[in-house]
Protein backbone atom coordinates (compact mmCIF):
# COMPACT_ATOMS: atom_id res chain seq x y z
CA UNK A 1 0.00 0.00 0.00
CA UNK A 2 1.44 3.44 -1.24
CA UNK A 3 0.16 7.08 -0.49
CA UNK A 4 0.54 10.31 -1.68
CA UNK A 5 -0.18 13.15 0.09
CA UNK A 6 -0.50 16.86 -2.34
CA UNK A 7 -1.14 20.34 -0.84
CA UNK A 8 -1.89 23.10 -3.29
CA UNK A 9 -3.21 26.35 -2.48
CA UNK A 10 -5.70 28.34 -4.14
CA UNK A 11 -6.97 32.08 -4.30
CA UNK A 12 -10.14 31.10 -4.66
CA UNK A 13 -13.07 31.00 -1.86
CA UNK A 14 -13.37 26.99 -0.25
CA UNK A 15 -16.95 26.24 -2.00
CA UNK A 16 -15.42 27.47 -5.73
CA UNK A 17 -12.24 25.04 -4.94
CA UNK A 18 -14.86 22.26 -3.88
CA UNK A 19 -17.14 22.45 -6.94
CA UNK A 20 -14.27 22.62 -9.04
CA UNK A 21 -12.46 19.18 -7.66
CA UNK A 22 -15.81 17.30 -8.38
CA UNK A 23 -16.46 18.66 -11.95
CA UNK A 24 -16.33 15.46 -14.05
CA UNK A 25 -16.23 18.03 -17.34
CA UNK A 26 -13.00 19.80 -15.80
CA UNK A 27 -11.38 16.21 -14.52
CA UNK A 28 -11.59 14.93 -18.08
CA UNK A 29 -10.30 18.39 -19.77
CA UNK A 30 -7.71 18.24 -17.00
CA UNK A 31 -6.59 14.15 -18.09
CA UNK A 32 -6.97 14.46 -21.81
CA UNK A 33 -3.65 13.38 -22.94
CA UNK A 34 -5.02 9.69 -21.88
CA UNK A 35 -8.35 9.88 -23.20
CA UNK A 36 -10.00 9.74 -19.70
CA UNK A 37 -13.85 10.23 -20.36
CA UNK A 38 -16.76 9.22 -17.91
CA UNK A 39 -18.56 6.49 -19.67
CA UNK A 40 -21.43 5.30 -16.84
CA UNK A 41 -23.31 6.34 -14.06
CA UNK A 42 -22.88 10.35 -13.60
CA UNK A 43 -21.06 11.39 -17.33
CA UNK A 44 -21.27 15.01 -16.35
CA UNK A 45 -21.36 17.87 -13.97
CA UNK A 46 -20.57 17.70 -10.18
CA UNK A 47 -20.61 14.68 -8.82
CA UNK A 48 -22.27 14.16 -5.28
CA UNK A 49 -22.49 12.08 -2.55
CA UNK A 50 -23.13 8.50 -3.20
CA UNK A 51 -22.74 8.73 -7.31
CA UNK A 52 -20.81 6.35 -9.18
CA UNK A 53 -18.36 7.24 -12.30
CA UNK A 54 -17.52 4.86 -14.83
CA UNK A 55 -14.27 6.19 -16.41
CA UNK A 56 -12.42 4.58 -19.59
CA UNK A 57 -8.35 5.64 -20.32
CA UNK A 58 -5.71 4.72 -21.63
CA UNK A 59 -2.86 4.16 -18.75
CA UNK A 60 0.40 2.31 -20.05
CA UNK A 61 -0.76 2.08 -23.84
CA UNK A 62 -3.95 0.10 -22.37
CA UNK A 63 -7.61 1.05 -22.09
CA UNK A 64 -8.85 0.19 -18.90
CA UNK A 65 -11.79 1.41 -17.23
CA UNK A 66 -12.36 2.02 -13.34
CA UNK A 67 -15.52 2.82 -11.53
CA UNK A 68 -15.10 4.80 -8.70
CA UNK A 69 -18.04 5.82 -5.69
CA UNK A 70 -18.63 8.89 -3.74
CA UNK A 71 -18.33 7.21 -0.52
CA UNK A 72 -17.59 10.62 1.86
CA UNK A 73 -18.73 14.04 1.45
CA UNK A 74 -18.89 16.86 3.45
CA UNK A 75 -19.50 20.16 1.61
CA UNK A 76 -17.45 22.12 1.15
CA UNK A 77 -14.79 20.64 3.29
CA UNK A 78 -14.35 16.66 2.01
CA UNK A 79 -15.13 14.33 -0.10
CA UNK A 80 -13.85 10.43 -0.68
CA UNK A 81 -14.10 8.63 -3.95
CA UNK A 82 -13.36 5.14 -3.24
CA UNK A 83 -12.80 2.30 -6.92
CA UNK A 84 -15.70 -0.21 -6.73
CA UNK A 85 -14.08 -1.94 -9.88
CA UNK A 86 -10.67 -1.29 -11.57
CA UNK A 87 -7.01 -2.49 -11.79
CA UNK A 88 -6.02 -1.81 -8.92
CA UNK A 89 -6.89 -4.19 -5.59
CA UNK A 90 -7.31 -0.86 -3.57
CA UNK A 91 -7.70 2.90 -4.52
CA UNK A 92 -8.88 5.91 -1.93
CA UNK A 93 -8.55 9.23 -2.80
CA UNK A 94 -9.42 11.66 -0.05
CA UNK A 95 -9.88 15.40 -0.96
CA UNK A 96 -9.63 18.05 1.51
CA UNK A 97 -10.49 21.37 1.62
CA UNK A 98 -9.71 24.53 4.39
CA UNK A 99 -9.39 27.80 4.56
CA UNK A 100 -6.00 29.14 4.40
CA UNK A 101 -4.74 32.62 4.11
CA UNK A 102 -7.69 34.29 2.27
CA UNK A 103 -7.57 31.44 0.13
CA UNK A 104 -8.40 27.44 0.20
CA UNK A 105 -5.79 24.63 1.02
CA UNK A 106 -6.34 21.49 -0.89
CA UNK A 107 -5.61 18.74 0.48
CA UNK A 108 -4.70 15.35 -1.70
CA UNK A 109 -4.02 11.98 0.18
CA UNK A 110 -3.84 9.04 -2.63
CA UNK A 111 -3.83 5.36 -0.94
CA UNK A 112 -3.48 2.56 -3.36
CA UNK A 113 -2.07 -1.09 -4.10
CA UNK A 114 -1.90 -2.80 -7.06
CA UNK A 115 -3.14 -6.60 -7.12
CA UNK A 116 -0.20 -9.72 -7.42
CA UNK A 117 1.68 -9.94 -4.37
CA UNK A 118 5.29 -8.48 -4.68
CA UNK A 119 4.86 -8.04 -8.37
CA UNK A 120 2.32 -5.01 -6.97
CA UNK A 121 4.35 -4.09 -4.78
CA UNK A 122 7.38 -3.48 -7.22
CA UNK A 123 5.17 -1.84 -9.72
CA UNK A 124 3.55 0.63 -6.71
CA UNK A 125 7.19 1.58 -5.58
CA UNK A 126 8.98 2.24 -9.14
CA UNK A 127 5.78 3.14 -11.65
CA UNK A 128 2.99 3.69 -10.07
CA UNK A 129 4.14 6.13 -7.39
CA UNK A 130 5.62 8.65 -9.87
CA UNK A 131 2.70 8.23 -12.48
CA UNK A 132 -0.31 8.66 -9.97
CA UNK A 133 1.75 11.83 -8.37
CA UNK A 134 2.13 13.34 -11.40
CA UNK A 135 -1.75 12.93 -12.21
CA UNK A 136 -2.95 14.60 -9.20
CA UNK A 137 -0.04 17.50 -9.91
CA UNK A 138 -1.63 18.03 -13.19
CA UNK A 139 -5.14 17.50 -11.11
CA UNK A 140 -4.50 19.85 -8.78
CA UNK A 141 -2.89 22.54 -11.17
CA UNK A 142 -6.47 22.81 -13.31
CA UNK A 143 -8.37 23.09 -10.32
CA UNK A 144 -6.20 26.07 -9.06
CA UNK A 145 -6.88 27.34 -12.38
CA UNK A 146 -10.42 26.94 -12.69
CA UNK A 147 -10.91 28.40 -9.25
CA UNK A 148 -8.58 31.23 -9.74
CA UNK A 149 -10.36 32.35 -13.00
Not at 52 to 69: D, I, M, N, Y
Not at 114 to 143: F, V
Amino acid sequence: MQTIRIETWINAPLDRCFDAARDIDLHMKSVSHTGERAVRGRTSGLIEAGDEVTWKARHFGLVQEFTSRITAFQRPHYFQDAMQRGAFESFVHDHEFQLDNGGTRMIDVLSFAAPLGILGLIAETLILRRYLTKLLHLRAAAIKEAAED
